[in-house]
Each structure stands twice: as C-alpha cells, then as structure tokens.
C-alpha cells in the first residue's frame, strides 16, 4: 500500500473518501467539517443532532456527496468520548476506516487527521497508531485459498492529511516506523497461521535464515550434535518422539554495539504441540500449530528493530521442535538433565514448552545479559486465570517488569503480573529430581513461571505467558480471527523505550 503525506485542506480535496474522526461529546460542527456540511445542506449536523450518528468508538456513517464538494463521499468515524481517547483508540478507529472503506471496494481513502485534536506533545505516537491499525486491520490470510473475486477487494493508497507543514516531519517519521512494526506483525502472523506441515522446525530455521539478510543481523542454527554436545536435553527430550528433527535458531542484532545493553529474547518455537504420551484432546487441537507464536514473535521483534536501526545489542533465542507421540517419544516419569546441568521429572509431556525453554534461559547466560523476556504459549491457567485481554507477566526484577507493563500499555498488548512468591516453589518439588515440570491442579500459570525462573537465576528476567492474547476468536477493530502476532509491538517498545539498565 502506497501511504502519502499531504499538507492541505479537506474543503480542496478531491479523495474517493474523505474521513472525518468525531467524539461522541460533539455538540457543532467546525472548520473543514463544517464546510462540507454546508455544502451537503447541514446534512452532518442534522445527523449529529437528531442522533441518527453518535461517534462512539467505531462507529460509522458514509456520506455521497453529489459533487458539492471535491471529494466523492465522505466517512464520519467516530472516537468516543473525547476525555477518554487514547492512542489505541485512534488505533482502532484507523483500522475500522480501513476495513469498512475496502470493503466498499474504494482503493484510496484520505484521512482527515486534524480532525481527531492530536496533541503536539504526542503527535508522532499517535501518528504512529493510526498507521498500525490502518494496516493491520487489513491484514489477510489466504495462502491456502482460492480466493473470489468478491475477496480480492484492496486498498491500494491512504492519504494523511495535516494542514500544519510543521507536522511534516514528526508525522512521516511515524508512517515509517508503523510501516516498519505493522509489516513485522504480519510476517509474524502469517508464521503463526501456517500449518504446521509448512513450518517444521528445519523450515522455521530457514525463515530465521532469509532474516538474517536484514542490515545487522547474524544467524546460527543448532542441530542435534551440537544440542547433545551442549547438554540440551529439554530440546533434545520434547524432540525425540518426533519424525521432525529439532532447530535451535540463534539471532544476533547489532553484535558489535558499543555501551549499550544486551536485551536476550526467548521464544518458545513448538511448531506442533499433540501432548506427546500425554495426549491432548481432539477439539481444537488443530490451534496447537500456533504453539510457536513466542518464537514467531521474537522474529518479528528483530525483523522491527533492525529496519528501524535502534541501537541497542538484541539476541534472539528459540528453541524449535514438535511434541509427539511415538514409542520413541519421552514418557511420564523420565529425568531430564538440561544444559545448565540441572535435572527435571517430567510428570506430564504436555507440559514441554517449559522444558525447551530451561535449555535456551540457560544458554542465555553465555552473552551476559542486562535483561531476558521469554514469551511462550505456556499455560491454559493463565488463559483462566486473564481471558484474553491480557498476558501473564511474571519475573524476577521488579524495574524490568515495570518497563515491559509501560511498553504494554502504550501499545495496548498488556500484561498483568502474577506472583511469584516462594510459596508456589514447594509445588515443584521432586522426590527424584532437581524439579518436576507440573506443579499439581492448581496456579499453574505461576508454577511453570516457577520452573523457568530456577533457569534465569543470573540476569534480571521476565516471563510472558501469551496462552490466552496469541490468538483471536473474532475480528476485532484491527485484529482478525486467527494469529495476533502478539509481542512483537510490545518487545518494539520495549526497546525503543531502553535506556541502560541499572
């Protein structure tokens, strides 16, 4: 999609749509608005009045306009009360624009931006969001479709209309870096939609390959000699009942930084995940290919950060494999001796994306990091325990969780901390290992948090449980049902945000 910027007026402009961004509080209509609405005999006004239109968020109206004025129709959005307008609500209030506009079958819209009132001291933030929704809301999935020509409707140019050439420079700044991130979700969901047929662990190795041609980007993959020859036995043992052998991808961005901090980002890569012996149940384990939606996530963080040049050292750990059944497949029962030398029972096999992620939270240790985010499609607790809304965070640093929760919040994947208190450690105790890698029927969001954090002792560490915000059930105003592609804004953040750890 071709996104422009332009100073100008919306009275002159002659756009296929125009779109006007209105708060529910309204009460008269003014400048460029109330133009047309002259020119369309007080149309707009009459419809605000008689509340036939009320700008709730996302709410629409479109309007012909019979050639009184340049522009063919015009689209009345609305944002909701003004008091309580945020960036993700001018987030969704851009998607919902981009949605319904190619779904008429228009190719160009313009956006009136003045219309939503940005404030000065936030404009390139907001800018920023109404790229991101705009394009995220019009993401597609249809590589396994025979797609209609009723399917094929595209947009093809958003037009942002400032009428302060001072706003230039802020505002193009922003529709790069929302290109940038937006693109980023979408690679990142299209991994995480796609069978798990087409995304093997060799395959996802691949795909972390054809990154590493992005400026700044190294790449290594670690096969099955090297895991024995460095004592990966989580990998190597959730492994080991599949015909698919194990990856383990290790991207490195901007290695030769100079005082800046080494932020390391762990993502569980289970490419399938059936429960191995520990069989999960047949309904909706076709959404166990998205297993791998943290891996996926880390991916696109570091597809983001590199094209938008960001400074700091990042390296990306993910630990790839299936967990199957077979009779070669680990039992219920069997020890696990990982690469930190620690051992672990494994009294259930469905609990393996703990067990792949102790290897790569141990091998973290080697870069000496300043901070470790793992993000996993851990545990259906958490997805009790929060619904979708939000992630589980968990960790053992308190101004590092303070600095994730202010990444999500500003781009609205958020978090809510759990406790990790020593109570919950007593649950994974074993009387034949170091650990056992369930913690009993109850909190088992917090005592796979606990098992990871025997792993992350060394460095400041958080935890993100994505069980339940990495897929959609519904469309929404930006997302669809499917993959979220959740994290990848909020790592972005994160560092965009960095400043050196103390």
Same mark, same amino acid.
């Given at each position: 999609?071709?996104? !422009?910027?332009?100073?100008?007026?919306?009275?002159?402009?002659?756009?296929?749509?125009?779109?006007?961004?209105?708060?529910?509080?309204?009460?008269?209509?003014?400048?460029?608005?109330?133009?047309? &609405?002259?020119?369309?005999?007080?149309?707009?006004?009459?419809?605000?009045?008689?509340?036939?239109?009320?700008?709730?968020?996302?709410?629409?109206?479109?309007?012909?306009?019979? /050639?009184? @004025?340049?522009?063919?129709? @015009?689209?009345?959005?609305?944002?909701?009360?003004?008091? &309580?307008?945020?960036?993700?609500?001018?987030?969704?209030?851009?998607?919902?624009?981009?949605?319904?506009?190619?779904?008429?079958?228009? /190719?160009?819209?313009?956006?009136?931006?003045?219309?939503?009132?940005?404030?000065?001291? %936030?404009?390139?933030?907001?800018?920023?969001?109404?790229?991101? /929704?705009?394009?995220?809301?019009?993401?597609?999935?249809?590589?396994?479709?025979?797609?209609? %020509?009723?399917?094929?409707?595209? +947009?093809?140019?958003?037009?942002?209309?400032?009428?302060?050439?001072?706003?230039?420079?802020?505002?193009?700044?922003?529709?790069?870096?929302?290109?940038?991130?937006?693109?980023?979700?979408?690679?990142?969901?299209?991994?995480?939609?796609?069978?798990?047929?087409?995304? =093997?662990?060799?395959?996802?190795?691949?795909?972390?390959? #054809?990154?590493?041609?992005?400026?700044?980007?190294?790449?290594?993959?670690?096969?099955?000699?090297?895991?024995?020859?460095? /004592?990966?036995?989580?990998?190597?043992?959730? %492994?080991?009942?599949?015909?698919?052998?194990?990856?383990?991808?290790?991207?490195?961005? !901007?290695?030769?930084?100079?005082?800046?901090?080494?932020?390391?980002?762990?993502?569980?890569?289970? =490419?399938?995940?059936?429960?191995?012996?520990?069989?999960?149940?047949?309904?909706?384990?076709?959404?166990? #290919? %998205? &297993?791998?939606?943290?891996?996926?996530?880390?991916?696109?963080?570091?597809?983001?950060?590199?094209?938008?040049?960001?400074?700091?050292?990042?390296?990306? +750990?993910?630990?790839?494999?299936?967990?199957?059944?077979?009779?070669?497949?680990?039992?219920?029962?069997?020890? @696990?001796?990982?690469?930190?030398?620690?051992?672990?029972?494994?009294? !259930?096999?469905?609990?393996?994306?703990?067990?792949?992620?102790?290897?790569?939270?141990?091998?973290?240790?080697?870069?000496?990091?300043?901070?470790?985010?793992?993000?996993?499609?851990?545990?259906?607790?958490?997805?009790?325990?929060?619904?979708?809304?939000?992630?589980?965070?968990?960790?053992?640093?308190?101004?590092?969780?303070?600095?994730?929760?202010?990444?999500?919040?500003? =781009?609205?994947?958020?978090?809510?901390?759990?406790?990790?208190?020593?109570?919950?450690?007593?649950?994974?105790?074993?009387?034949?290992?170091?650990?056992? !890698?369930?913690?009993?029927?109850?909190?088992?969001?917090?005592?796979?948090?606990?098992?990871?954090?025997?792993?992350?002792?060394?460095?400041?560490?958080?935890?993100? &449980? @994505?069980?339940? =915000?990495?897929?959609?059930?519904?469309?929404?105003?930006?997302?669809?049902?499917?993959?979220?592609?959740?994290?990848?804004?909020?790592?972005?953040?994160?560092?965009?945000?960095?400043?050196?750890?103390?």
């Amino acid at each position: 999609m071709n996104i !422009n910027i332009k100073i100008g007026t919306a009275e002159k402009e002659s756009a296929e749509m125009l779109v006007f961004y209105l708060y529910e509080d309204l009460k008269t209509v003014e400048g460029a608005l109330a133009f047309c &609405d002259n020119a369309l005999n007080n149309t707009i006004t009459e419809l605000i009045k008689k509340k036939e239109f009320v700008a709730k968020l996302n709410k629409t109206i479109t309007l012909p306009t019979y /050639g009184k @004025i340049p522009a063919k129709r @015009i689209m009345l959005a609305g944002l909701g009360k003004k008091k &309580d307008v945020t960036p993700d609500k001018v987030r969704q209030a851009a998607g919902t624009t981009a949605t319904i506009t190619r779904d008429m079958g228009i /190719g160009e819209v313009t956006g009136v931006i003045d219309s939503i009132n940005i404030p000065d001291s %936030s404009s390139k933030e907001w800018y920023q969001a109404y790229i991101e /929704g705009f394009l995220l809301a019009l993401y597609k999935f249809q590589k396994y479709k025979n797609v209609s %020509s009723e399917e094929q409707k595209e +947009l093809k140019e958003l037009t942002l209309l400032l009428s302060k050439k001072e706003a230039f420079k802020s505002a193009n700044e922003a529709v790069r870096h929302g290109q940038i991130i937006a693109d980023a979700v979408c690679f990142t969901r299209d991994l995480i939609n796609t069978p798990a047929q087409d995304k =093997t662990p060799a395959i996802l190795a691949e795909t972390a390959k #054809k990154l590493a041609k992005e400026p700044g980007i190294l790449c290594k993959i670690l096969s099955s000699p090297e895991l024995k020859k460095l /004592g990966m036995g989580g990998i190597l043992g959730v %492994s080991q009942g599949s015909a698919q052998p194990p990856k383990f991808i290790i991207l490195e961005y !901007n290695g030769r930084a100079k005082n800046q901090d080494t932020i390391v980002f762990v993502g569980k890569g289970l =490419t399938f995940d059936s429960g191995g012996i520990c069989l999960k149940q047949a309904k909706d384990m076709d959404q166990m #290919k %998205s &297993d791998m939606s943290g891996g996926a996530a880390v991916l696109g963080a570091i597809k983001a950060i590199s094209k938008m040049k960001l400074p700091q050292h990042i390296v990306g +750990l993910i630990p790839c494999t299936e967990n199957m059944p077979s009779g070669s497949a680990i039992k219920p029962g069997d020890i @696990i001796r990982f690469h930190s030398g620690k051992t672990a029972e494994v009294a !259930n096999t469905d609990a393996e994306g703990r067990l792949i992620l102790a290897d790569a939270l141990g091998f973290a240790e080697k870069y000496k990091p300043s901070a470790v985010i793992d993000l996993a499609t851990l545990t259906g607790s958490c997805v009790v325990a929060l619904g979708t809304a939000a992630s589980g965070m968990m960790g053992n640093n308190e101004e590092l969780k303070k600095r994730v929760k202010t990444a999500g919040e500003k =781009t609205w994947e958020r978090v809510w901390e759990l406790p990790l208190w020593d109570d919950y450690q007593e649950q994974i105790k074993s009387d034949i290992a170091d650990i056992k !890698n369930i913690g009993g029927p109850h909190a088992g969001a917090i005592t796979a948090a606990c098992f990871l954090s025997r792993f992350a002792e060394k460095y400041p560490w958080v935890h993100l &449980d @994505i069980a339940g =915000t990495s897929w959609c059930e519904k469309n929404n105003a930006y997302l669809q049902k499917g993959a979220s592609g959740v994290g990848v804004r909020l790592l972005v953040q994160l560092v965009q945000n960095w400043i050196r750890f103390p």
